[in-house]
């Protein structure tokens, strides 16, 4: 099961590494294979990356990573809709930061695992007025069996943010959300926060097996 979570980080972190502002108005299939070629080609030849520097990796994922994803709804669909309204507004807010942390920790040590993966891209449609969509990708290894990595996108505004992505029909969302659940069930939303907060979240076992 943790090849599963590996194959979601090299997918999330291609995301990552070239998305832009002039990208925004792009069609959300055209934008995620638009920068899975570009974001190969910079993992490839990152001396950085290569070497496993830690800073400069985190570094490179948080310079770009925040105005393309929705973390807010990522959160409160991961807490679950009792334990996020149950929350005041700071708890949310740090909430957000915490698991915000935790994935980029997870997609920064990812790129720097990175061998021979390949992204191909199956045929994206879309009706017009859609403001959720799905792009479907797959993740290809030389001797391994492909990895289905679908992204799920909604318009906000003149762009398109993903707040969920699914790994062999796993949620990244509710990957977490058996191990948040726990956590609020011993020690409320503030223990949550701090386990966030410290680093000590797990994906839940249940949703990889």
Not at 44 to 69: I, K, M
Not at 154 to 174: M, N, P, Q, Y
């Amino acid at each position: 099961m943790k090849s599963l979570l590996n194959y979601l980080c090299i997918g999330v972190s291609a995301l990552f590494l070239s998305l832009s502002a002039n990208a925004q108005a792009v069609a959300p299939d055209e934008l995620v294979k638009r920068i899975s070629d570009e974001v190969l080609d910079i993992v490839r030849s990152d001396p950085n990356l290569r070497n496993g520097d830690p800073r400069s990796v985190v570094a490179r994922v948080e310079e770009v990573v925040t105005p393309h994803f929705n973390f807010r709804r990522m959160t409160s669909l991961a807490v679950g809709r009792e334990g996020w309204r149950g929350a005041s507004s700071e708890q949310q807010q740090r909430l957000v930061d915490g698991f915000y942390g935790l994935l980029v920790r997870i997609y920064s040590n990812a790129l720097t695992q990175y061998k021979d993966q390949t992204v191909h891209f199956k045929p994206f449609r879309m009706s017009a007025g859609d403001t959720t969509v799905r792009v479907q990708s797959e993740i290809r290894q030389s001797g391994a069996q492909p990895i289905a990595v679908d992204y799920v996108l909604e318009r906000s505004a003149d762009s398109w943010k993903i707040f969920d992505i699914f790994v062999a029909g796993v949620s990244l969302v509710t990957n977490y959300r058996g191990e948040f659940s726990e956590q609020i069930r011993t020690g409320g939303i503030d223990g949550l926060i701090r386990s966030l907060e410290a680093g000590t979240i797990v994906p839940d076992e249940a949703s990889q097996s």
